[in-house]
């Protein structure tokens, strides 16, 4: 099963502040890698597929880039309902496997 | 607007039995695979199982396998997870979602807990 990691697991941001949030694969798994947006209580949200490609309604403030291993999610000018974990998945080979997420709340 | 409805959850002993249902709206739902996904109290989200859009086609992970059976009814757009042997580190919070390589609709989710 190929693993995912990110980094970090957790970070203080405020309102306004640009983030990034990190993704690896324990092989290359070409652009197959999906971010998703989770707040407390709900459902996932798919926020970007294909690595970079935004999810229709998602706002332009959420950018993603990076092949192979290594992925990143960019948050410019976080706003109070960006507040929430985020996961990457995987989908380049089965079973499709999900980050362990990052969770960004308030400083 | 893709809508996604996951029912029969609830409190179950271990060793015993339950079958989700997931029922779908706003979607061709014959055209799509579908999909199970699951999230521990407090923890991340795991792939339990997919079936491809016509119902042919399984696919489990391990930590099922053997144990819980996916399965669709086309004619009335409904996705169903049988699962059995229930143990306790099967509770959690389970979603049905849209797609089986990337998930771009869930469900809110029904709760299983397996408990005595």
């Known amino acids: 099963d190929i693993q995912m990691t990110q980094s970090p697991s957790s970070l203080s941001a405020s309102v306004g502040d640009r983030i990034t949030i990190t993704c690896r694969a324990s092989?290359?798994?070409?652009?197959?890698l999906h971010w998703y947006q989770q707040t407390p209580g709900k459902a996932p949200k798919l926020l970007i597929y294909?690595?970079?490609t935004l999810e229709s309604g998602v706002p332009s403030r959420f950018s993603g880039s990076g092949s192979g291993t290594d992925f990143t999610l960019t948050i410019t000018s976080l706003q109070p309902e960006d507040f929430a974990t985020y996961y990457c998945q995987q989908s380049y080979s089965t079973p499709v496997t999900f980050g362990p997420g990052t969770k960004v709340d308030i400083k | 607007e893709v809508q996604l409805l996951e029912s029969g959850g609830g409190l179950v002993q271990p060793g015993g039995s339950l079958r989700l249902s997931c029922a779908a709206s706003g979607v061709t739902f014959s055209s799509y695979a579908m999909s199970w996904v699951r999230q521990a109290p407090g923890k991340g989200l795991e792939w339990v199982s997919t079936i491809s859009d016509s119902g042919d086609t399984t696919y489990y992970a391990d930590s099922v396998k053997g144990r819980f059976t996916i399965s669709r009814d086309n004619s009335n757009n409904t996705l169903y997870l049988q699962m059995n042997s229930l143990r306790a580190e099967d509770t959690a919070v389970f979603y049905c979602?849209?797609?089986?390589?990337?998930?771009?609709?869930w469900g809110q989710g029904t709760l299983v807990t397996v408990s005595s």
């Open positions: 294909s690595a970079s």
């Open positions: 979602a849209k797609e089986d390589d990337l998930f771009d609709s």
């Open positions: 092989q290359s798994i070409g652009n197959y």
